[in-house]
């Protein structure tokens, strides 16, 4: 009963973004699915910078080997003391705490990125917008706002990789007014190379979605290509049988 209460509270959240009308842009995200390497540093910021309050709970430890990572590579690197290699990826911060520090308790994030598709884009555009979009706002208690989720009770986690951004207003010559987002203080990455490091744990979170994706598109390639093969095979059986008749 709860997996359906879950499943159903997901399904309405696009609804939910498209019924508010607000107009948002979002950045397409680079497709990293199949390039295990930017999977495994997705993996790595994932359990580093996202995992302290956000959970993956519908997806085991044992799952990353799929991405070309050993058992004990998984044991050295992205578990916590205490875990075995066929726990999910949980938190230990209880919900009624995240809710009392956050304002609401910080979501799974296993399928996040199916959540949050919608017709501005898929829900790794999101992802890649959203985690890019922080600014520095000293009125709100995190310190920190977001452009396409205003308001947001998240803090900007990336903050010491990606730098500060402030938003500034700009005026145009016809008197319109928009904001854009400034780097006021630089990180110790450059943006090329952060907006690599978000696509990388985008990738890794629309990977946690569905890990079997990749197999089943090149299974549906591969059934296609034989059913092609199986009509153009059949069209020319039937055209030999029937040659003498007509």
Known sequence: MK?????????????L???????????KAPNVQGDNA???NGARVFVNYCQSCHGASFIRYEKLMELGLSEQ??????????DKIGDTMKIAMRADEAK?????????????????ASEAGSGADWLYTYLRSFYKDDARPTGWNNVIFPNVGMPNVLWQLQGVQVQETVKEENGTEHHKLVLAEPGQL?????????????????????P????????????LIFL???????????????????
């Open 3 to 15: 997996m359906k209460s879950f499943f159903a509270a997901l399904m309405m959240v696009p609804a």
């Open 17 to 27: 973004a498209l019924a508010s009308g607000a107009e948002i842009h979002l950045d």
């Open 38 to 40: 930017a999977l495994q």
């Open 73 to 82: 590579q998984i044991k050295d690197n992205l578990m916590f003391t205490g």
């Open 100 to 116: 009392k520090w956050f304002g609401a308790t910080p979501p799974d994030l296993t399928l996040v990125a199916r959540a949050r």
């Open 190 to 210: 450059t943006p090329e190379q952060f907006d690599k490091q978000v696509a990388d744990l985008v990738g890794f979170i629309v990977w946690m979605g569905e």
């Open 212 to 223: 079997g994706a990749g197999s089943r598109k090149a299974l549906g390639v591969g059934v």
């Open 228 to 246: 092609a093969v199986l009509f153009a095979s059949a069209y020319a059986l039937k055209k030999n049988y029937w040659k003498d008749i007509h």
